[in-house]
């Protein structure tokens, strides 16, 4: 099996424990027990600079958001390597990060292209969770504006070339108000 293979059946393994009917993982549930766990660790082994699998780590947001820290995910504020739910946040908000980068670099290269359903659909989807580290005070908006600001460039750059454009445009604006940019930690 190749690897663009096992990336899309990693990533088909979380989308379907999470997000379809009948799931086997809540995002209520400790990621780092069981079949979550598998997949995680299977997510940790690919190479990171991949875009499905930072479309990957993304699908882990509702953990990282709902689940309140337990004895499996518990780390102390000075252990560095541990896997925890602070790591989990990390490469979350790294793959969002990322995500977003890669996508506003192949938006404005001259001789690249993505469709512009697929660049909003990522800049939005990535941009929502770092919304969500800086609004769980995860982040700082200071530390994310650039992301910030890539994701409202690529949507507002395809607000026009597609029917949800505006919309997702529309939305994005209204959340990126609502966050607070004076009152986070870190």
């Known amino acids: 099996m190749s690897t663009s ?30 079949t979550a766990a598998d997949v995680m660790q299977n997510t940790s082994a690919f190479d990171q600079d991949l875009p499905l699998v930072h479309e990957t780590w993304l699908l882990f947001t509702p953990s990282c958001a709902n689940h309140k820290q337990c004895v499996s995910c518990y780390q102390e504020a000075d252990e560095t390597n541990p896997k925890g739910m602070r790591w ?11 995500l977003i980068s890669t996508t506003h670099k192949t938006v404005t290269a001259v001789d690249d292209f993505v469709t512009p359903l697929n660049a909003s659909t990522r800049a939005f989807i990535a941009g929502c969770a770092i919304a969500i580290a800086i609004s769980k005070r995860w982040v700082s908006a200071q530390s994310r504006i650039r992301d ?5 460039e690529i949507l507002s750059i395809f607000a026009s070339h597609w029917d949800g454009g505006l919309r997702y445009l529309h939305v994005w604006r209204t959340l990126v108000d609502s966050l607070d940019y004076e009152n986070t930690s870190k």
């Open 88 to 98: 989990l946040r990390l490469q979350v908000i790294e793959a969002a990060s990322k």
């Open 148 to 152: 910030l600001n890539r994701c409202t």
């Open 5 to 34: 293979d096992s990336v899309l059946r990693n990533y088909s393994e979380v989308f379907e424990g999470f997000y379809r009917p009948g799931k086997s993982h809540d995002s209520q549930n400790c990621p780092f027990i069981g």
